[in-house]
């Protein structure tokens, strides 16, 4: 598995350059964003993705590879065998995460906000009692860490939005953190800038720490 990170705001990712770059249907797939910032967040991650395809999997420019969804949204590429992505952006920040198995990532910024009011539909009932005997001054952290965990397992799942985020339990508390009744769904817990969680989560029979390298754009 390959992550790759990029700063939007790279002077290097000209946006012209960016859009003549990349094949037309991930240009297409990037212009369903309407919102400029949210246009660029897509751009920059299409293209990142596009770069590991040219030099990872040998691809030409003239190969077929299209971007479709499945049932429930999640992008997919068609034309090259054993290859899955996803894409998460928060702030300034974009992360491709590539690998040979299914593949979910999510990173968000940990800003502070009054927990209780999304506790109830985030985190189930055994979440919710380990995470309320915290001191508060690790609440935003692992809130943040239980947020990023668990929406990287249902975008590994390819089903987002389709299952409740308090409907399955994450056992952060573990030495080896997984899914409760899901052992083969393996997490790894990114090292990133101060005040962000970013979570990794692939269906493999490994251990995931020995599978992940990291590439930032500069």
Same mark, same amino acid.
Request: charged share 25%; hydrophobic share 40%.
């Given at each position: 598995?390959?992550?790759? +990170? ?11 350059? !960016? @859009? ?24 920059? #991650? ?6 590991? !395809? ?35 952006? /928060?702030?300034?920040?974009? #992360?491709?995460?590539?690998?040979? $198995? ?12 009054? +927990? ?7 985190? /189930? ?5 380990? +995470? !309320?005997?915290?001191?508060?001054? !690790? ?16 975008? #590994?799942?390819?089903?987002?939005? #389709? ?5 399955? $339990? $994450? ?10 009744? @899901? ?23 490994? @251990? ?11």
């Amino acid at each position: 598995m390959i992550i790759y +990170f990029s700063n939007i705001n790279n002077p290097k990712l000209n946006e012209i350059h !960016l @859009e003549n770059r990349i094949p037309f249907n991930f240009l297409k797939e990037a212009r369903k964003y309407k919102k400029s910032l949210d246009y660029r967040r897509s751009l920059v #991650a299409y293209y990142l993705l596009y770069e590991y !395809l040219l030099f990872n999997k040998k691809i030409y420019e003239f190969t077929p590879v299209k971007i479709l969804k499945n049932n429930h949204g999640k992008p997919y590429l068609k034309g090259i065998d054993n290859c899955y992505f996803n894409i998460t952006h /928060s702030g300034d920040w974009v #992360a491709v995460a590539i690998s040979n $198995t299914e593949v979910g990532i999510d990173l968000e910024y940990n800003e502070s906000f009054d +927990f209780d009011e999304v506790i109830d539909y985030v985190l /189930s009932d055994r979440e919710k009692i380990f +995470f !309320l005997q915290l001191p508060d001054v !690790l609440k935003c952290k692992t809130f943040y860490r239980f947020w990023t965990l668990k929406e990287s397992f249902v975008k #590994a799942m390819g089903i987002g939005l #389709a299952k409740s985020m308090n409907s399955f $339990t $994450t056992e952060l508390w573990s030495k080896n953190i997984c899914v409760t009744g @899901e052992k083969n769904f393996k997490f790894y817990e990114l090292p990133f800038y101060e005040k962000y969680s970013l979570s990794v989560c692939c269906n493999i029979s490994d @251990e995931i720490e020995n599978m992940v390298e990291v590439k930032i754009l500069l």
